[in-house]
Each structure stands twice: as C-alpha cells, then as structure tokens.
C-alpha cells in the first residue's frame, strides 16, 4: 500500500489538514490516470456478465449496458482530461500543441487496436473477449501505480520520493 494513501482520500482530492505532512496522492496526474485504468477495467469485468446472458441464448438487461457505460464514463473522466493536462504541463512550450496532437494520435492508435480486438469476439466468446479488455486496462492501472514514483521523478514533481524513500531536498533559489 502506498504510503500516502488514506481511506478519506481515495476519490476526493481534499486539501490535508496544516499540520499534516502528507502528500496526496490524487495530487499528481499518473494516479488519477491509473484510477481510470482501473475504472475502465471493471467497466469490462461488468461486460463479462453480460456477455455471460447472452451467449446463454437470453436477453441480457439494458442495466447491464448502463452500469458499463457509466464506468466507462467516470474512467474517462480521471483519464482523457488529466492526460490532456498532464501532457501540456511537461511539455515544452514550443511543441505543447503538437505533444497535443499525439495524445489524441495515441487515442486513435488505442480505439484501432480495440477494433482489431473486436474481430475475434466470435472466436474468443463474450466474456473472454470482455476480459482481455478488462485485463489490458487494470494491467495498465497496475503498470502506473508501480511506476508512480518513477514518473514522479522523471517529470520532477517535488514531492517524490527518491531511492532511499525519503522526499529529496528542493533545489536552491537562483
């Protein structure tokens, strides 16, 4: 378990308390982003059941659909935004925009390799076809909590924590 993480403060970004000394974790960007990983695995592990219903020869509910579709949506939001974000915060300023355009040219690589996915549903079935999906998105939320104090390094956000586990100094004033 991460050190910084509290049950007050899985969802909610709440400013800590003054005399705190702890730093949130839903503070730096990778995180929210590995929370949508997460949310959009479960959205596909919600598809299993679904798919379960139908490949039994029944009708599944539209509940089914719903509840996919509003994980899919709150995933989303932790991910597409906070990655826009994230991308024009560490970019530099001169290619800010074209760093832009490859956030949404790796979205187009994403949604086309789903689509290649989806031509072996019939061969997979329903629910393993679900939980490839499923796999690949919670596998990638695992892959960003892993790296996160890797990725808090590398972007130089000054609350990460170096390889000895302690919060590096600041650098000095110029």
Known sequence: VHRDIKPDNIFLAREPDEEADVVKILDFGVAKMAIGCFLLG????VMIGAGRIVDGGQKASFGWLVGCSFLLTLGEIYLSPVGL???????PVRI???MMGMWFLSSFF???LSGVLATFKETMGSSAFF???AGISLAT???????????KRA?????AVDASGSIPAPPPLA
Not at 141 to 151: E, I, K, P, R
Not at 155 to 159: C, V
């Open 110 to 112: 994403g949604d086309y």
């Open 155 to 159: 972007i130089g956000d000054e609350n």
């Open 141 to 151: 939320g695992v892959a960003m909590v892993m790296l996160l104090s890797s990725f």
């Open 96 to 98: 800010v925009s074209m």
């Open 42 to 45: 479960i959205s596909f592990l």
């Open 85 to 91: 974000s994230l991308v024009t915060k560490i970019s």
């Open 131 to 133: 939980a490839t999906q």
